[in-house]
Structures are given as C-alpha cells and as structure tokens.
C-alpha cells in the first residue's frame, strides 16, 4: 500500500473529530460570552444600587443638616467648606469667658479660635415674650397677639387671707376664659398663666408665706386651679417681701415646684422682682436660691418716673430708659446688670417694655442743657398731676397726639414736651423697642415681658415691633456679658 493511499484512509478517520471539535470550540465560545455579559450586568447593576443608595444618602444628608445645627463635634469638618471668618473688636462689657479678637463663625454655630474652645456653641431660638393681660383692660383679645408670645399671663388672680384664690368679680372671670378660650384654638407651643398678687393685691402675701398651715393651702389652691382651667404655670408677684421674709418666700417656691412633681406635672413657675437700688426692694429676694425653684423672672424695669401722686413725681423721664447719667441707678442697664452680675444666670432674667403712655402736666424746664428730656414739674399739693398708666386707647380717645415723638440717644427713649400745654408724654416706640430687643441679645438675656398686651393700640403696633425684633442668640445661655 502506498503512502498516499494510507493518508487517504486515515483522512476519513479523522474528519469527525476535526467537525466535534469546531462544534465544541464555538459552544465554548458562546457559553464564555454569556458569562461575561451576565457577569458585566451584575457588576453594572450592583453599581447602579450603589450609586442611588449613595445619591439619596447624600440628598437625605444635605436636608438634615439644611434644618438642623453641625454635630456637637464637628473637629474634623474642614474649615473652609463649613466656616467664614469674622473679627470683631474686644469689649470691655465682656466678661473674661467670651472670646476676644479673631472669631470663627459656624453656618449655625459660633466658637472661638481660642484653644479653651473645642466645639461650637449652638444658636438657639427660645428667647421669651411673655404677655401680661390685664384684668381692667376690655380691647379684645386676638389669635394674632397670642401668636407671637411665648407665654401669656393673666393679671390678677387674687389670693384671699386664707391662701385660697378667686376672681376679682364675674367680669374678670370672662376675660381670664376668653385669653384660654383662644390660646386653646392655636397650634403653638404657647404657654398659658396666671399671675397672683401684683401691685393692689399682695397685702396677704406675709400672712400666708410666713404660716406653714396657709402656705400649704395655698400651694393646693394654685395646683388645683392650674388643673381645673388646664394652664401651663404660675407667676407670684409679691410686691414686696421684707427681708426677714425672704427665706421662707423661697421655701415656699421649693415647696411649689416639689407638691407639683409628687403629682407629675411641671408647671412653669415664674417671679417678678423689683428693680434693684430703689428704697432696697431687692433685699426681700434671695435670687440664687430662688432660681434653683423657677424657670425665669420678670424684672420690674419701668417706672423709674412717673406723675405720681408724691415728690417723687418730679422729675419728668421715661418710665424705661436703657441707659442714663441723670441717677445711674433708675435704669434698666443697672437693674440688670446688678442682677446678672450676682447671680451669673443671665438666661433667667426678661426686662419689662411697658405698652403704656405716662403723662405730666405742668412740666417746666429741663434740668439741665444736656438733659433736655429730664424736666421739672410743678407738683399741686405735692403731688404731680397727670395720668401715670394710659393705655393706647385711651390716648387716642383724649386726642393726644404721638406720631412726632422727639428721639433721646443717651436713654434710647421717645418722649414729647409741649412747651405751650406745659405737657410731656413718654411711651415706647419701635426706635426703643428694638434698642431693647438688642439690649436683650448684646447682654444674653433671657427675654422680654409686656405690661400689658391689651394697652396696646388697635393695630397691635409695639406687639409687632417686639416679635420683628427678635433674634435668635449665638452664644451660650449663660455667658455673662456684663463688666462685674
């Protein structure tokens, strides 16, 4: 047999081998090809998950941080993504604590560069307007007004001789049930109060405070009637202790809040305090042991002047200057810094803005050149004759014009002389209401409160000029601001 016929016969033998494993190697091929495109849309669709888990993770971030302040520790944010940098001047009126020079400022933080500082301070929004309603006044009482407030007051609630409460009449019944019928209708987080004694209705403060048995009626009677009108808290204005009182007006307070934990409610408890340095009023206050039994107190910080029916209705002045050189001690300036400065909780303290008008008749010269606005009055019978609280209102109704009033920088006070009438008018406008609200914040304080809300005039105007004015503090609560 030749070599070419063997060729020939094994050729046959291997042509199906040759086409098994073309078949095989383009089944291989395909199967390799599959795998990779099944492999190449899992690897994608992985990603894909991965990317909008990550999108929305971002999204849900940005939104958080758009309404709510950086973590407590933000150390490792880098400074030039979450800061900007101010410089303000150093100040003799702050304290030691509060830093000086360079600052930096936080989107919602504010914090030193200072090494004693590690972490920013968070800006909060919880300054107070607390509303004084009269029970004299008869202007209604609005949904609008009690929108602005933080807390609304009813003055007064009269404390009997026993320690019992009531009404003054059926008419000031209606009007407290009208201030809780519409504070009720509102979705708000305002807080609804009495206010007991005040000015012509503290004669049984001294009977009851200093009676254990009385004391003890009377912290029963002030739980039981928060219960039954289903109110937020207390204000006691006790106008004013002794000094050998003071001690047991602070147990008292003590008793107050812990009679209300054993029956699990926390009522908001509040004081109102004389102005300091006059006839010494303060003396009858142990402040740093009352502010261990209450949440806030009103300071008295008005009626430095008035047309009162004594010598002490000469001079004219306002009835709330910011500042004065005339008696450094009938002030606000003063009263407050007195107060913060012995007890170093400024957050605790709200000054008074007084919606009323004070009118002088008889009013003469200035004292002097450069206090035009502090005038002498010929008192009758030694007394000065004029109208010492009157609501806006009752100016309107007697004509008494306002609208031109003349501006004191030294006082931050409105006030109008009519040297042919030989009358003189002084009242808050908004040029003095927001001296105040900054006063409020340049010094941390904790707020405002309004005597009253209902003397203010039909348009609500100063009760607008305090809520526009109000700012959100930048540093922490209880930082004193104040050269002690």
């Known amino acids: 047999m030749s070599s070419a016929e063997r060729v020939d016969r094994r050729q046959p033998l291997l042509l199906p081998v040759s086409r098994h494993y073309e078949d095989s190697i383009e089944n291989s091929g395909c199967c390799k090809v599959t795998t990779i495109i099944t492999s190449v849309l899992f690897f994608c669709g992985v990603l894909a998950l991965g990317l909008a888990f990550t999108f929305f993770f971002v999204v849900e971030k940005l939104e958080l941080d758009k309404n709510s302040s950086f973590p407590e520790s933000s150390s490792n944010f880098p400074s030039e993504v979450f800061t900007e940098k101010i410089t303000v001047q150093p100040s003799s009126t702050v304290s030691t604590s509060a830093p000086q020079g360079e600052v930096v400022v936080f989107k919602k933080h504010v914090t030193s560069t200072s090494a004693s500082v590690s972490h920013p301070t968070t800006k909060h929004c919880d300054q107070r307007i607390v509303g004084f309603y009269s029970e004299n006044e ?42 809780r019928k519409e504070s009720k209708t509102l979705k708000s987080s305002l807080k609804i109060m009495i206010s007991i004694g005040g000015p012509d209705n503290s004669v049984n403060f001294p009977k009851v405070i200093m009676d254990v048995m009385k004391q003890k009626i009377f912290i029963e009677s002030i739980i039981s009637f928060l219960k039954e009108y289903r109110l937020d808290g207390v204000d006691l204005f006790w106008k004013w202790p002794k000094e050998y009182q003071k001690h047991e007006f602070t147990r008292f307070l003590n008793e107050l809040k812990y009679t209300s934990k054993l029956q699990n409610e926390e009522y908001v408890v509040s004081v109102t305090a004389p102005a300091p340095g006059i006839d010494g009023w303060e003396n009858g206050f142990d402040l740093n042991e009352i502010l261990k039994h209450v949440d806030f107190i009103n300071v008295l910080t008005m009626d430095y002047y008035g047309p009162w029916d004594s010598i002490w209705g000469n001079p004219t002045g306002p009835s709330s200057p910011l500042y004065s050189k005339v008696d450094v001690k009938k002030n606000v300036d003063y009263s407050m810094e007195h107060y913060v400065c012995d007890t170093s909780q400024p957050f605790k303290f709200n000054i008074v803005i007084p919606f009323h008008v004070k009118l002088w008749k008889n009013v003469q010269e200035a004292l002097s050149p450069e206090n035009i606005m502090f005038r002498r009055v010929e008192l009758k019978n030694s007394k000065a004759e004029g109208n010492a609280y009157m609501s806006r209102w009752t100016v309107g109704r007697e004509n008494w014009k306002i609208s031109n009033a003349t501006w004191d920088e030294e006082t931050k006070s409105s006030y109008i002389w009519n040297p042919v009438a030989k009358t003189y008018l002084t009242f808050e406008s908004d040029e003095s209401i927001a001296a105040k609200m900054e006063y409020v914040k340049s010094m941390n304080l904790g707020g405002v409160w309004i005597w009253f809300v209902d003397q203010d005039d039909v348009k609500n105007s100063l009760l607008g000029s305090v809520f526009n004015h109000k700012e959100c503090s930048t540093v922490e609560k209880n930082i004193v601001n104040y050269k002690c």
């Open 138 to 179: 008869l202007s209604e009482i609005t949904k609008s007004q009690l929108r602005k407030l933080t807390h609304a007051v009813f003055a007064y609630i009269r404390m009997n001789a026993d320690g019992t409460l009531q009404f003054k009449d059926e008419e000031v019944k209606r009007r407290f049930l009208d201030l």
